[in-house]
């Protein structure tokens, strides 16, 4: 797992607004299918490809409607993405090829029927300079026979017949037939120019040397399409888009064991995650293309004064799970951090971290990871911003009515809720330490500095129902 020591490079990324003072879907109780691959069957695509090394954020080869004169055709274009990895830009061009159907040595498909002729209806932008291409190879055990390569240029703004006679294809029966569709040149360096695009639709083979009409090539008006989806938690990232296209294995699963409403995370290390080293974390982030730093996060602008949270954790040995968090402001430069590890909890229990400002962030980065042993796992709940400008009026509390911090604590505790009854002070016994009936406002000051260290009970008790947190105390 060394990719996570190179994990904490902060950057700047535009943000979508949400609440000053909180961050979206902190209980994890909202999820979404995400599209991880969309594959069009029979053919192999730039976007494809582009998902299967983890990047979902460009599309270079899409479905278009409508088509020719069918529902949908293909849209390839050449597009310029920077590549945060070397720091340059680079050109990627759109394109479509038949999927290895036949043997490892030979992109193609099965195809037995003698042709001489390619027909496809087109559509074109490609920037002067640059050429778009239609390649068909015909081979035969492994041999082309016929290889043709038909340059596209200029501009076609409405749908056009396009014949491309096959030299040599009329020889003899193939086993084995290529095309490729490409929206630049992309044999010769430099040639290749972002805006140049390509669309296809409705291609065929003729064989005009004889009378029999050659079969039909699979996929031919571009129709069927999969589109593959997993389960996420929204607003959260994690890289199980990659795993995925790589193992069709997924780390991150949604959880109906909560610690305060319907659904947790679930954060387990697996198999993949150690042999293809992919850190089995979550954040609220973005990993930049690169693969080896976080970037981003959500916009938040209070000063609380801990960030706390539930979790249980199941370690494989020794392992040991951690959440890191990064307060900063993209102008000043300011960096607030904080760590806290987890051990082994059966049921729930907090952590928390103590933070201190010297000035606003605009930002927050959060990251969790259940270990680097197979089989961890880690469930997380109920993040919350407590303390400092944050104010039980502004939802800090997360539809809960009791908050505790510090926790872990030394001499004084506060103790936050919206309506109490009564709240009481238990140790683990049972035994009543101190009990606050009618507590007046939503915050109540509790002195520790005289109690043993262990771990305690503040029970809220409100129109007869009682909620119940741990108060882990430390001198």
Do not use: R
Request: aromatic share 12%; charged share 15%; with cysteine.
């Amino acid at each position: 797992m060394k990719k996570i020591i190179l994990l904490f490079g902060a950057g700047i990324l535009n943000l979508t607004a949400f609440s000053q003072a909180t961050i979206a879907n902190q209980s994890f109780e909202n999820w979404e299918n995400i599209v991880v691959k969309d594959s069009l069957d029979y053919w192999q695509t730039s976007t494809q490809e582009l998902q299967e090394q983890g990047i979902f954020d460009i599309s270079n080869s899409y479905l278009i409607t409508p088509g020719y004169s069918s529902p949908s055709a293909i849209h390839l274009e050449t597009i310029l993405w920077f590549d945060s990895g070397t720091g340059m830009n680079d050109t990627l061009f759109g394109y479509a090829i038949n999927e290895n159907t036949n043997n490892s040595n030979f992109l193609g498909f099965p195809y037995t029927d003698t042709v001489d002729f390619f027909s496809c209806w087109y559509k074109c932008g490609i920037v002067p300079g640059d050429q778009g291409l239609i390649v068909i190879e015909l081979s035969k055990n492994n041999v082309a026979y016929s290889s043709t390569t038909y340059p596209i240029v200029g501009n076609q703004s409405s749908w056009t017949l396009l014949n491309i006679p096959l030299l040599g294809g009329s020889s003899e029966e193939p086993d084995s037939v290529f095309i490729g569709l490409v929206s630049s040149e992309p044999f010769t360096a430099g040639v290749a120019e972002p805006g140049s695009w390509l669309e296809i639709d409705e291609m065929y083979f003729d064989f005009l040397a004889g009378s029999v009409t050659p079969s039909s090539i699979p996929n031919n008006s571009f129709e069927d399409w999969t589109t593959t989806t997993i389960n996420q938690p929204q607003d959260w990232t994690s890289f199980d888009p990659q795993t995925y296209n790589t193992t069709n294995t997924v780390y991150v699963t949604q959880s109906a064991t909560a610690s305060h409403l319907l659904s947790s995370v679930q954060i387990e290390t697996t198999f993949e995650n150690i042999l293809f080293d992919i850190p089995s974390i979550i954040t609220n982030g973005y990993f930049d293309n690169g693969g080896d730093s976080l970037i981003g996060g959500s916009p938040f602008y209070a000063q609380p004064a801990q960030v706390t949270g539930e979790y249980q954790y199941s370690p494989v040995f020794n392992d040991t799970a951690w959440v890191y968090v990064d307060f900063w402001n993209s102008t000043s430069g300011l960096h607030v951090e904080g760590i806290d590890t987890m051990l082994t909890s059966a049921t729930w229990s907090t952590f928390s971290m103590d933070i201190t400002f010297t000035e606003a962030p605009d930002s927050v980065l959060i990251v969790f990871f259940s270990g680097v042993n197979i089989g961890s796992t880690l469930l997380i709940d109920h993040l919350q911003f407590v303390g400092g400008d944050v104010s039980v009026d502004e939802n800090q509390m997360n539809k809960t009515n009791l908050v505790v911090y510090p926790n872990p604590v030394n001499s004084a505790a506060t103790i936050l809720f919206h309506q109490a009854d009564a709240i009481n002070i238990l140790d683990l016994s049972g035994k009543l330490i101190a009990q606050f009936s009618n507590p007046v406002g939503n915050k109540l000051e509790l002195n520790t500095s005289e109690f043993q260290n262990g771990i305690y009970l503040i029970q809220l008790i409100n129109n007869g129902k009682v909620e119940t947190k741990k108060l882990v105390v430390q001198h």
